[in-house]
């Protein structure tokens, strides 16, 4: 049993804040060390909008994980948030996985940041609950597939729509519209400057729209369609005139099958409102699928069903980390690990190299 460090000892001369510290917050049970815990043993490391909208929250009604450590590089983010949560907080990663014996990790940092707290936390054996995008490019997602088939750890891409029954139902839907034949998905949002922070430099974030907001649609055509066999895509970094940035703000992707199944995805940081759907026609009927909602339609538009779910959302977030324990327990099948997200990468590195050349190209090709 590891020994919690002294409040304020630090190997590597970065702070480190322990929860014991103010007495105010001296609760017994994060500092008792001794105490087996019965959930699994969560840290996290990036203490941004994600973290704080959807991953704490989630681990605070979680039944599988509790957090236990926190971890960013401000220093005063990572103050005030451990006393408020009573947790230990750290500024440098490499020190939470020496110090804290964690059972796994949720990572939410900027995307260029995402591989070395993988490879800290596989060398510590802690399982990874990885914000997308998995890598930043294909050979990176690649060699960390291997790493983590070779330290034994379960990694998980947050795939949050994958725990939404609004999302789930369309299969079942789509069951009903006989042939399908054509996709029209799109999921548009307004950020007024495209260029601020990590998200508007390609080598930070990996690209723009399409590996960051992206990844979801992405997810989605993958899930329900799977790998297409060519795209087409165009993208801009056109939005503001006014600004430097190269992760680009805008993308249109055509994409198809042999099958003879084919459509678009429009991704853009800069078209409000925020807008999310994807639609599947089919020789008798479509599938309508939006944020909580989703309807089937004969082809003329009348509604033959719908289902509806307000606040799904923050349950999402919860039953993703619990589905992630009882993946890490053996459980349930990790249906969001390195090996499936390659495929995301493949059709995310098609969609780039398409852009460049301005000619189809198969994802299935791309290594
Ligand atoms: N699933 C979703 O719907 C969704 C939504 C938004 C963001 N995300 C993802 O979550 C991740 C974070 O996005 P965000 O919007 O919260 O970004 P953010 O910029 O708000 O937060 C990132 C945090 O990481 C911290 N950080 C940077 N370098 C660090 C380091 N070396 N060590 C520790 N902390 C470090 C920053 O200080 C910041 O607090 C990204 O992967 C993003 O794609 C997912």
Redesign the pocket.
Known sequence: MRQTRQPGASESGTATFSACEPAAVAAADVCNRGVRHAKLRAGL???????LD?HIPALQSSDGAELVAI????PE?VREHQYHLRVNGY???HEMFRSEPLDLVIV????N??RS?IETAAKHQVHVLK???FATTLSEAQELSTLCGESGIQLMV?L?RRFNPIYTSFVQLADQIGTPFVVDAQYTLFIDDPSE??RGTAAKAGGGCVI?MGY?LIDMILWYFGLPDRVLADMSVAARPDRTYDAEDTALIHFGYDSGLYGSLLLSRYIGPKTEHIRLVGSRGIVHLERGRIRRLTNGGQVVEALSREQSWPSAATSQIDYFCRVIEGLRPNISGPKENLAHMRFITACYESAKVHAYINPKGMQ
């Not at 490391?45 to 973290?51: D, F, H, R």
């Not at 971890?71 to 401000?74: K, P, S």
């Open positions: 490391v990036g203490l941004g909008k994600q973290a959807d971890c960013d590089e401000r983010i500024t440098d990663f939410a940092v900027p995307h940041i995402g707290v914000e997308k995008p947050t949050q922070g990590w960051d979801h």
